[in-house]
């Protein structure tokens, strides 16, 4: 597979980007890549077309938002006039991520590649909150200082490029994740960060001086007795000539330290081995014409480029040729890019999934039974189910037992017709176990084709249902998560009821899991452990607005709860049928939430609760 000569339509060909409004906001990432970032854009060129796209939308992107803030003005001082367009670009960003879309092409790319490789927008909030301050003339005092920067405003942008790397190499793991179980991993990823920037710090030099910037920490000055006033009147002395040669030491020192982080696919090694190389040439460009740096970026020497590139491309190409790339982006529909409007550059409108894909009411039952009348206290609000005996179903009818499988999806499907129907506001229904990899390998790749197939054809049904996922990232393959994850987008607006969907679920970990966040946000001092209530910790758990369970319904005749909701169950009426979930249908429900209204639910106390005014969060103590 040789990557570099392919022209952009192919790559945005291969990249399953086709509508033209939107490959023009990607054609313009690249430019300004290639154009601005020389040494980005190379390493681009190592990697497959869907995650070279991905590279150029957010180096594109990024590197126009921050020339909003370095555009020419009043050197170092506050401009009003850039700080206006800066915030107009934000907020029109903050508008197109909420609505999926993008109001003009640059932001098109970059929302359509979050949205693609689900990048959260908070790391680029981090960085929007850096320029803000840089619009009004930023200096920094100690290396300390500098480095904070650097942690704020290049690190989350490396942790994103890395997280399309990790996916690269078959990792669905978050680098953040990395980061808090490996801490080592951080401090050298982090080391990696600081050496790019102090290289870039004294390559851009002179653009900086332009802007009457220096970006450098008053100290190192000091060290060495260089003066600001020397630097803005770009006199190269002696002082100056050993700051670049103290600086690039650190630099260097730095790079050198930085271990390759521990990657499966061979040819992403190839590519973060060659980034660093690229570096180290440029930092000795650098540091080879001293006084010149007051004046010009120095160019990378293209014989030593060269050499440096032709053997990476070939080992690169060898290497994703042995191994190809192991995943499919998942790329959304995006409302096409439109002229700014306004200071915000957007319209408020309701969101386009919305307006696209108004609901559609759930088809009648074939039989034409149509829901029981309930009154309102009667009628529980959430209904979780355990949808077991699909194997055991097969078997009986000498059918694999992934046809019971398939078949349990159907069931889902009309249950969940039947629950719009009954007015039901939260349905939970356990897909898929953190026991269940267990299962024999054919089982598995069985089930990790029907949930994603049978997610699609929830949402494909365009029904008032908004989908949650509930559980955990690692293990599960790659498409299973983006399709999880596409539904939720798609369906967010929905609003007739909530269904959760709990695949790769275990109580206990999510338990655990919402327990270890807390104990981080303590140690960094954001949560008071003091204020820790039963309501707060709920806000931890996978979903956070899911309520306490009323009804927990188990089919296939076993009598357990299998740790499946323990947090939201401890007071749920438990309903065991001996029916084999492919043999349910919405009538099973229904005959169900009749049997709970029938029960008297207490709570530990004495008077009957009406189901709705249950206490939620699990409160209530002794109970029965
Ligand atoms: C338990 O039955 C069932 C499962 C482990 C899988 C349930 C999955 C579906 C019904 C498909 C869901 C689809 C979507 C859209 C989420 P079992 O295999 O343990 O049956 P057994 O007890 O008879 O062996």
């Not at 978050?174 to 982090?190: D, F, L, T």
Request: aromatic share 6%; hydrophobic share 40%.
């Amino acid at each position: 597979m040789g990557f570099p000569p392919v022209p952009p339509t192919c790559v945005y060909q291969r990249s399953g980007i086709h509508d033209a409004a939107l490959r023009r906001g990607y054609e313009a990432c690249r430019r300004a890549t290639r154009a601005t970032g020389e040494i980005e854009y190379a390493v681009s060129l190592l990697l497959p077309p869907p995650l070279r796209t991905a590279t150029w939308a957010l180096y594109g992107a990024v590197r126009a938002v921050d020339d909003l803030a370095d555009a020419p003005g009043s050197a170092g001082e506050a401009d009003p006039g850039r700080a206006g367009r800066l915030e107009a670009w934000i907020s029109a960003f903050d508008t197109d991520v909420r609505e999926g879309r993008g109001s003009d092409p640059v932001r098109q790319a970059l929302i359509h590649t979050m949205l693609t490789w689900n990048l959260p927008p908070g790391f680029l909030h981090t960085l929007f909150e850096e320029l803000r301050q840089d619009v009004q003339g930023r200096q920094f005092t100690t290396w300390q200082e500098w480095r904070n920067y650097n942690r704020l405003i290049n690190t989350p942008l490396m942790l994103r490029a890395g997280s399309l790397l990790l996916r690269a190499a078959g990792l669905s793991t978050e680098p953040e994740a990395i980061a808090a179980s490996v801490p080592e991993a951080a401090v050298a990823w982090q080391t990696a960060v600081d050496a790019i920037y102090l290289t870039d710090a004294l390559v851009d030099l002179s653009d900086d001086l332009d802007r009457g910037h220096v970006p450098l920490p008053q100290e190192a000055l000091d060290e060495v007795g260089v003066r600001r006033t020397d630097l803005l009147a770009r006199r190269a002395t002696p002082e100056f000539e050993e700051l670049v040669r103290r600086l690039a030491d650190r630099a260097r020192t730095w790079l050198n330290r930085t271990p390759l982080p521990p990657v499966l696919h061979p040819a992403v090694g190839v590519a973060l081995g060659a980034y660093t190389d690229l570096y180290r040439l440029r930092l000795k460009a650098a540091a080879d014409v001293p006084a010149a740096l007051l004046h010009r970026r120095p160019a990378l020497p293209r014989t030593a480029r060269l050499r440096l590139l032709l053997p990476a491309q070939a080992k690169a190409a060898l290497a994703w040729g042995l191994f190809p790339f192991p995943i499919q982006p998942c790329p959304p529909q995006l409302a096409p890019a439109q002229a700014p409007e306004g200071p915000g550059g957007a319209k408020e409108t309701r969101s386009p999934a919305a307006q696209r894909h108004p609901a559609v009411p759930p088809p009648p039952h074939p039989s034409g039974a149509r829901p029981p009348q309930l009154p309102g206290e009667a009628m529980p609000r959430h209904v979780a189910i355990v949808m077991d005996g699909n194997g055991r179903w097969a078997t009986a009818r000498g059918l694999p037992r992934t046809d019971g499988h398939r078949a349990g999806a159907d069931a889902l499907i009309d249950v969940v017709h039947g629950a719009l129907e009954i007015g039901l506001k939260y349905l939970t229904v356990y897909a898929f176990s953190t026991e269940n990899w267990k299962r024999p390998a054919g089982e598995l790749h069985a089930l990790m084709c029907e949930i994603p197939q049978g997610v699609r054809r929830m949402v494909d049904e365009k029904l008032d249902v908004r989908v949650r996922w509930a559980g955990a990232r690692s293990r599960l393959p790659v498409d299973v998560i983006e399709e999880l994850l596409e539904a939720e987008r798609t369906t967010r607006d929905r609003t007739g009821m909530t269904l959760t969907l709990c695949v790769n679920y275990g109580g206990r970990a999510e338990i655990t899991a919402a327990a270890a966040k807390i104990v981080q946000e303590a140690v960094a001092g954001k949560v008071d452990p003091g204020s820790i209530s039963e309501h707060a910790f709920a806000r931890y758990l996978h979903v956070p607005e899911l309520p306490d369970v009323d009804l927990l319904l188990r089919t296939g005749g076993d009598q357990r709860t299998s740790n499946f909701l323990p947090w939201h169950a401890t007071y749920a009426e438990l309903l065991f049928l001996d029916t084999p979930w492919p043999d349910v249908d919405r009538r099973t429900l229904w005959d169900a939430i009749e049997q709970c209204a029938h029960r008297t639910r207490r709570y530990g106390s004495v008077p009957r609760i009406p189901a709705q005014h249950a206490p939620r969060g699990g409160q209530g103590a002794p109970a029965t």
